[in-house]
């Protein structure tokens, strides 16, 4: 496959990106090799922002902030065997009022992280609602990862691991819990994401396929006894 590399200053953030999006990103100056999209669902304070943010710069949004008003995103760049790959992730409003919007960037998403609260088991049984929104206007071939999110708050759990199992296991789309706030298996979820999107793109006819539910339970035997990615 031929990639052309390009910046993170190229033109970006069409369709009325507000201006401070398009000056935070344009700030980067890093080079890719292939770019995804990439989409945070799920019902509000499920914790998509601190999510992001924990990714993307390794801090922990702590206390009250302002949830997340229509859509907003974020690029970085991770590297896949020794390729750049860059991730777009768009961080959106669980809010009812602004569902019409989030639907408009389904389209050209070619991933979907979503996510609902461990300890709110009403944004749990919202899942398979998004669930249909996103079988009604997302790719067909879109990646799609179950998050329960939430994880350090182990007292005020609602909604047992083996549920989200049960759940992503119907559906046929990998699960793992994660917590924004400890940062347990946030850099797994995208990691396990980019590496999924660039086997899909530089696929070859003889190559095995990657397994991306494989990949996951492998990388978390490595990190419990080699203290690797999480």
């Given at each position: 496959m031929s990639i052309k590399k390009v910046s993170l200053t190229d033109n970006e953030g069409k369709n009325g990106t507000s201006r401070n999006v398009l000056e935070r990103c344009a700030s980067v100056n890093e080079y890719?090799?292939?770019?995804?999209?990439?989409?945070?669902?799920?019902?509000?304070?499920?914790?998509?922002?601190?999510?992001?943010?924990?990714?993307?710069?390794?801090?922990?949004l702590g206390g009250n902030f302002i949830a997340t008003v229509?859509?907003?995103?974020?690029?970085?760049?991770?590297?896949?065997?020794?390729?750049?790959?860059?991730?777009?992730?768009?961080?959106?409003?669980?809010?009812?009022?602004?569902?019409?919007?989030t639907h408009a960037y389904y389209r050209d998403a070619q991933a979907l992280l979503l996510l609902y609260?461990?300890?709110?088991?009403?944004?749990?049984?919202?899942?398979?609602?998004?669930?249909?929104?996103?079988?009604?206007?997302?790719?067909?071939?879109?990646?799609?990862?179950?998050?329960?999110?939430?994880?350090?708050?182990?007292?005020?759990r609602v909604i047992k691991h083996e549920d989200g199992q049960k759940l992503a296991k119907e559906y046929g789309v990998p699960f793992m819990e994660t917590s924004a706030k400890t940062g347990v298996n946030v850099e797994l979820a995208?990691?396990?994401?980019a590496r999924e999107l660039k086997h899909r793109a530089a696929e070859q006819p003889h190559e095995p396929k990657f397994q991306i539910h494989d990949y996951i339970e492998s990388q978390k035997e490595k990190s419990t006894c080699c203290g690797g990615l999480m």
């Open positions: 890719f090799d292939i770019s995804f999209k990439v989409m945070l669902l799920g019902d509000s304070a499920v914790g998509k922002t601190c999510i992001l943010v924990r990714f993307k710069d390794g801090a922990f229509g859509i907003d995103f974020r690029n970085k760049v991770v590297t896949v065997d020794n390729m750049k790959v860059k991730l777009q992730i768009w961080d959106t409003a669980g809010q009812e009022r602004f569902r019409s919007v609260d461990i300890t709110r088991k009403s944004s749990f049984d919202n899942i398979r609602a998004w669930l249909t929104e996103i079988h009604e206007y997302a790719q067909k071939d879109v990646v799609i990862m179950l998050l329960g999110n939430k994880s350090d708050m182990a007292a005020e995208f990691h396990a994401i």
